[in-house]
């Protein structure tokens, strides 16, 4: 299994999204897939110019040449996309809408019917695939990661791609203070190791695993307080740094 993986976190290997995903990697490499890690805060990517230049004047030739270029043809032939990207308002990172918006160039202009859905056909050279999304968000419901969970299937529909499923951390930010803590919660990272074990190794996630990743860590009602007890702290001590 050849795995492209995307760090869209601006933080990088030190946000909290990162605690998941690194992990979930290693399980992978564990089980024989050979990974390639990119950071898109270190690359240049610039957005979409709109102009469908790679569809009707060159086609599945993008007209920014930037990282994009030395990208796709190891997006055309990999056999898993693996996405990492904290929630900010409601869906992906800037970077990474950038990179997934890029992708244009591999599929045609033309309408196929894909499971009755209106969707473009891969370009010539460009093969199936799989996409798996990593995430985390500061909030404590589950939900906050629907709006995302629904770009992200859309957007498999649309480029042709599975969608395998998704590792889920709410309040990550909580999650990363209590390992730093020491606090009992290594079976999530160990959650995420064996996630990327089952999807190399059988092509697919246990639903319970990817459960034990977003487990509750804290009641709904003690997370607003320490949080906002962290957060008060912070600003208290920035305005005695201040004066």
């Not at 030190?14 to 270190?42: C, D, K, Q």
């Not at 909030?139 to 709006?147: I, L, Q, R, V």
């Not at 639903?207 to 949080?227: A, G, H, I, M, Y």
């Amino acid at each position: 299994m050849k795995v492209l993986a995307f760090n869209c976190s601006p933080n990088m290997d030190g946000g909290n999204t990162a605690l998941i995903f690194n992990p979930f990697l290693e399980g992978l490499e564990e089980e024989g897939a050979e990974v390639t890690r990119f950071y898109l805060s270190r690359m240049k990517i610039r957005p979409c110019a709109g102009d469908l230049h790679c569809w009707f004047k060159k086609p599945g030739i993008c007209i920014h040449k930037d990282d994009m270029q030395d990208l796709y043809p190891l997006l055309r032939e990999s056999d898993l996309w693996a996405f990492a990207t904290p929630v900010y308002f409601d869906g992906v990172s800037g970077p990474m809408k950038n990179l997934m918006d890029r992708m244009v160039p591999l599929v045609l202009p033309f309408v196929e019917l894909r499971k009755g859905h209106c969707s473009h056909p891969r370009r010539e050279g460009t093969k199936g695939g799989k996409v798996v999304l990593v995430s985390s968000c500061g909030f404590w419901e589950e939900d906050n990661f629907d709006p995302l969970l629904l770009h992200m299937k859309a957007f498999c529909r649309t480029i042709g791609r599975d969608f395998a499923g998704a590792l889920l951390r709410p309040t990550g930010g909580t999650f990363k203070g209590m390992l730093e803590l020491g606090r009992p919660v290594g079976d999530i990272l160990d959650a995420a190791r064996e996630a990327g074990r089952q999807l190399a190794g059988a092509g697919r996630m246990d639903p319970e695993t990817l459960r034990v990743v977003s487990r509750q860590l804290l009641p709904l009602n003690k997370f607003v307080e320490v949080s906002n007890r962290v957060f008060q702290e912070a600003l208290d001590g920035l305005k005695k740094e201040e004066k």
